[in-house]
């Protein structure tokens, strides 16, 4: 079935340094991918999607590009502060409209 | 987009009670999910809420348990029934709006089981 493997955290950063979350993907078709974003104590929040591939999602920063040949979506920033502490989560949706979510990855930044 | 509404937004429960969560949105909406996301883990899908029939539950997630239900294209509960401490859990509600966009989740709730 349609699963997502995700880069298992936690991942603790310095502020300005460079975050890569590895996220992998094995699904029938053509899904479309999804990070979502968990901050402390709220809700699960999309941060940017990709419908098709060579598609570049981008949002506060973060850029992810959906990459049919190594079936892989993983995310970047190439500064990070301390406010994207959070956790991350890698998304596909299937056909049956359904999300299936990895694994989820902790990310501290520190000052 | 779409906002979503959960209530209530946390309780600490005892064992062997019920807890029933509503999700609100401010649109009307095809498809309406309930997930679980268990302390330090992944969501998983527990069922699509069906306006007008039953709920579809996944794999390891029955009615008698999880009692679903969704009178209009607005609004849906979620029952937690006979509560053991395994159910302290954040669940939230998710809508979609369409193939491919996203799916908007509600702010969750968190459930305590004592």
């Known amino acids: 079935g349609d699963s997502v493997t995700q880069m298992e955290g936690p991942v603790t950063l310095s502020e300005e340094a460079c975050l890569t979350i590895n996220c992998t993907y094995t699904a029938t078709g053509y899904p479309s991918l999804f990070w979502y974003v968990q901050y402390p104590g709220e809700g699960l929040q999309l941060l940017l999607k990709a419908t098709k591939a060579d598609d570049k999602g981008s949002n506060k920063g973060f850029e992810a590009t959906y990459r049919k040949e190594t079936t892989s979506f993983h995310l970047e920033k190439g500064s990070v502060q301390v406010s994207d502490s959070a956790v991350y989560f890698c998304a596909l949706e299937a056909d049956v409209y359904k999300l299936s979510f990895g694994a989820g990855t902790t990310v501290t930044v520190r000052a | 987009s779409a906002v979503i509404s959960q209530k209530p937004s946390r309780d600490i429960c005892q064992r062997g009670t019920s807890l029933t969560i509503q999700c609100q949105v401010d649109?009307?909406?095809?498809?309406m999910f309930w997930y679980r996301q268990q302390p330090g883990q992944s969501l998983t899908l527990i069922a699509t809420?069906?306006?007008?029939?039953?709920?579809?539950?996944e794999s390891g997630f029955v009615i008698d348990k999880f009692p679903i239900s969704r009178p209009n294209l607005t609004f849906s509960t979620l029952t937690v029934s006979n509560m053991s401490p395994e159910d302290s859990s954040i669940y939230l509600c998710s809508v979609y709006l369409a193939r491919g966009e996203t799916q908007y989740f509600g702010p969750g709730t968190r459930l305590l089981v004592l």
């Open positions: 649109s009307q909406v095809t498809m």
């Open positions: 809420a069906n306006q007008g029939s039953e709920a579809t539950y």
